[in-house]
């Protein structure tokens, strides 16, 4: 049975029209979903992933949140803020990294492993000196693997959160199938189940402090036009609602403090965002193109 939902005629291409745009802006590079047709993913059709990156909303908090634990680790939040363009263009860099994710997921395999190449060339070129004098590179080992495990952990915690209960054995699925896909990015210590992650996360926890970056990213994400005006209460929601899933003393530890945690009457309010975003069926997204190159239906996805 299918547990998709349309919407009215008008508002439906309106959402799916700004969902598409969001994704792939006019000045930059796009993906074709939809060809070449019959041609997988790196992921399969019907994994763990699948199903949690088809939630826009929850990909916004998620995606947040890694932000979020990526900045607590010096060496990256260095490269990310002095040596990236996220201060000057946010909304731009938020984007690539988004297209990123979905070809990643989606794309037709080729497509995905050119652009992990291209990936791996732009951080081999990529190296720093943090604030207290330690030096970096871009293609660490170890700092890909942070990445990748917060950016992991984050949508995963996000949809579980805020969308629908995920199981221990569905948790330790979604890391193994995201582990070999992580180590073409050069994360070789991806975790491969949720004890590893955790376990991961207890051994960099020493490493993490709080920055002024850490803030500065808070307020450009409570105020860049990410949503339409409309919307735009609701964003602030979804910035509280990162916080949120922050591994436990994280927030706390990096000196987050209570004005940017859900009050009791908005955790419901974001959860009908995300159960609504679990269910709409966007036809611009990766998540419906991608179902239909592999001569899937359209509400794949949605069924219950």
């Known amino acids: 049975m299918s547990r998709a939902l349309t919407l009215p005629s008008p508002l439906q291409g309106w959402i799916d029209d700004f969902a598409g745009g969001f994704l792939m802006p006019g000045d930059a590079p796009t993906a074709d979903f939809h060809n070449p047709e019959g041609e997988p993913a790196l992921v399969s059709h019907d994994s763990v992933s699948w199903q949690v990156f088809k939630n826009p909303v929850t990909l916004l908090i998620g995606g947040i949140a890694a932000v979020l634990l990526e900045l607590a680790e010096p060496r990256v939040g260095h490269g990310v803020w002095e040596l990236g363009n996220f201060r000057s263009e946010p909304l731009k860099r938020l984007q690539r990294t988004g297209l990123a994710a979905m070809v990643t997921v989606y794309g037709p395999r080729r497509a995905a492993l050119a652009m992990i190449a291209d990936v791996n060339r732009i951080h081999g070129r990529v190296a720093g000196v943090t604030s207290s004098g330690t030096a970096y590179r871009a293609d660490d080992p170890e700092l890909l693997t942070w990445v990748q495990v917060t950016a992991a952990y984050g949508f995963l915690e996000a949809y579980a959160a805020f969308a629908r209960r995920i199981g221990g054995a569905e948790r330790d699925l979604y890391y193994a199938e995201a582990a070999p896909v992580a180590a073409l990015y050069g994360a070789s210590g ?34 860049l036009p990410l949503l339409p005006a409309a919307g735009r209460p609701a964003q602030a929601l979804l910035v509280k609602a990162a916080v949120e899933i922050l591994p436990h003393g994280m927030a706390a530890m990096l000196g987050i403090g209570p004005q940017w945690r859900l009050k009791s009457w908005e955790r419901p309010l974001v959860k009908t965002l995300a159960r609504t975003g679990d269910r709409i069926l966007l036809r611009s997204s990766p998540a419906v193109q991608s179902c239909l190159r592999l001569g899937l239906t359209e509400d794949y996805l949605y069924r219950a």
């Not at 996360?201 to 409570?222: G, H, Q, V």
């Open 190 to 223: 991806a975790p491969a189940s949720q004890a590893q992650a955790m376990a991961l996360f207890r051994r960099m926890r020493p490493k993490l402090e709080p920055s002024s970056i850490i803030f500065d990213f808070l307020e450009i994400m409570r105020r």
